[in-house]
């Protein structure tokens, strides 16, 4: 059977967010990232073109790492205005049918008994459509304003983590019985209060004695989505993880993290194949592979090499300020993302190592991953090429301008996938869960939050 591809759109609530400096191109609408409407277009986009869904990032802080300032993000817009993502969502929701929500919020400042009222709240108002991406935070500066000296320790983020989604997973599939809400008109009864229960939680950081304010959604648990790929990362994602994303700058590096990543699953009790792997590209594409190329020699004229620069040092939490542009990496340390570090302490395509120079033009658009230039079928030749040498399920899209380089990929590149029989042309029915995986809208067995369902052997209360 041919190996099918998937795609997720990646974007964030403000103006600049993988592709610095790119905001300045004529034909770039990422400044209407305030007018619902720019939002509702993409999701109707998307759709069209098939994708799993859209996975929205987000910071509660600002990249102030390079030049000990953020000074430099908030003169390239890097990240900076930033708005909520969660409150997107429904709007998306009510103009789409089947397109997904991945939704990131950190566990580090936000209690989990409101937040898990708020995901239960869109799974239903979605239908079941949601998903969270998890993230232990990596900014400094969100620390400081939440009233902290700094943020944990990169461990220590996950530990906490998993308290966080231990209570999370109690509410939502441990407090409200399946049959709870009986609307009996006759009794006057519209929940009976003996399928109701109390979770009583008490914890090294948390403290949650009552029931989940909310009954059961579509999904109860909404997809769990992670990012992280250090050696911590790829535990918590192995027990949590539905959908993984990550970044490596070369097919070596991404096949070594994918076969981790698989390991690690089926190490946890789990199958190799329990999490969707999506790691992240940008597609420059045009009707022919000339037009593909100055496309992209367009693009370079308006890439902005300091704010790359201000990105990479925020993700690798190294000043890269403070390197000559020539100096290698080196073997530095990282409280930041380690693995936004180890993908460039790997050799590089020519096998040689990456300097600050190689690090900030290579970031320039679309980030920590990597880019490809060409017409449909040339993009589609190495689509399939690393889906087939790495074992990674699909690609979390990034974009240079939006949504012009979501329009390209849905015009040229989907049909060219669709005629090889490699990616979908219809959606799945049911849930968000149930499109990527085909096994229903609720958590497996297998999987770390169901020994926290009513009535399941390993229960923990």
């Known amino acids: 059977m041919t190996r099918q591809i998937r795609f997720n759109a990646f974007d964030m609530n403000c103006v600049a967010h993988q592709s610095s400096g790119m ?3 004529p034909e770039d609408q990422a400044w209407r990232y305030k007018d619902l409407t720019y ?10 073109g098939r994708f799993d869904g859209i996975f929205i990032a987000d910071v509660l802080g600002t990249y102030d790492v390079y030049g000990g300032s953020n000074e430099a993000a908030i003169r390239h817009g890097a990240q900076v205005p930033v708005n909520d993502p969660i409150l997107l969502v429904s709007a998306m929701a009510l103009v789409t049918e089947n397109l997904g929500f991945g939704i990131t919020a950190g566990t580090a400042y936000e209690h989990p008994y409101p937040f898990a009222r708020r995901m239960s709240t869109l799974d239903h108002l979605t239908n079941g459509r949601v998903g969270w991406n998890v993230v232990t ?7 400081r304003n939440m009233g902290h000296d700094d943020q944990l320790q990169h461990d220590d983020r996950y530990d906490h983590a998993d308290e966080y989604l231990e209570v999370l997973y109690k509410l939502w599939e441990g407090s409200w019985e399946d049959d709870a809400v009986i609307r009996d008109r006759e009794s006057g009864v519209f929940t009976d209060p003996a399928k109701v229960h109390e979770i009583g939680h008490r914890g090294k950081h948390f403290t949650v004695p009552g029931i989940h304010l909310s009954e059961p959604s579509p999904q109860r648990t909404p997809v769990i989505y992670q990012a992280g790929a250090s050696k911590r990362g790829i535990s918590f994602a192995a027990e949590n993880a539905e959908a993984i994303f990550v970044a490596a700058s070369t097919k070596e590096g991404l096949k070594q993290t994918v076969a981790k990543l698989r390991d690690a699953l089926e190490a946890a009790g789990r199958d190799r194949y329990a999490a969707r792997i999506y790691t992240l590209l940008t597609i420059i594409t045009d009707e022919t592979s000339e037009k593909a190329q100055a496309k992209f020699e367009d693009f370079l004229q308006y890439t902005s090499d300091e704010g790359a620069l201000v990105f990479m040092s925020g993700w690798m939490g190294v000043d890269l300020s ?3 542009l020539d100096e290698p990496i080196g073997n530095v340390e990282s409280n930041a993302i380690q693995s936004a570090v180890a993908n460039f302490q ?3 395509e020519d096998g040689g190592e990456w300097t600050v120079r190689d690090i900030g033009r290579n970031g320039a658009i679309g980030g920590l991953g990597p880019f490809i230039v060409g017409s449909a079928s040339e993009v589609a030749d190495h689509l399939q090429e690393w889906v087939e040498d790495t074992d990674v399920d699909g690609f ?6 939006t949504p012009g380089t979501f329009e390209d990929v849905v015009e040229f590149v989907i049909p060219e996938l669709q005629r090889r029989g490699v990616y979908p042309t219809e959606y799945e ?11 229903g809208d609720r958590l497996p067995e297998d999987h770390r939050g169901a020994r926290y369902k009513i009535g399941a052997a390993q229960q923990v209360v």
């Not at 935070?137 to 620390?143: E, I, N, V």
């Not at 029915?429 to 096994?439: F, I, Q, S, V």
Request: aromatic share 12%; proline share 7%.
């Open 137 to 143: 935070g990596y900014l400094p500066s969100a620390a």
């Open 39 to 48: 939002w509702t277009e993409l999701a109707k986009l998307l759709e069209r």
């Open 429 to 439: 029915p049911g849930t968000l869960r149930n499109k990527l995986h085909g096994a």
């Open 396 to 401: 979390n899209l990034a974009y240079a301008i």
């Open 346 to 348: 790997r050799p590089n």
């Open 23 to 25: 905001w300045r191109h």
């Open 322 to 324: 403070q390197y000559d």
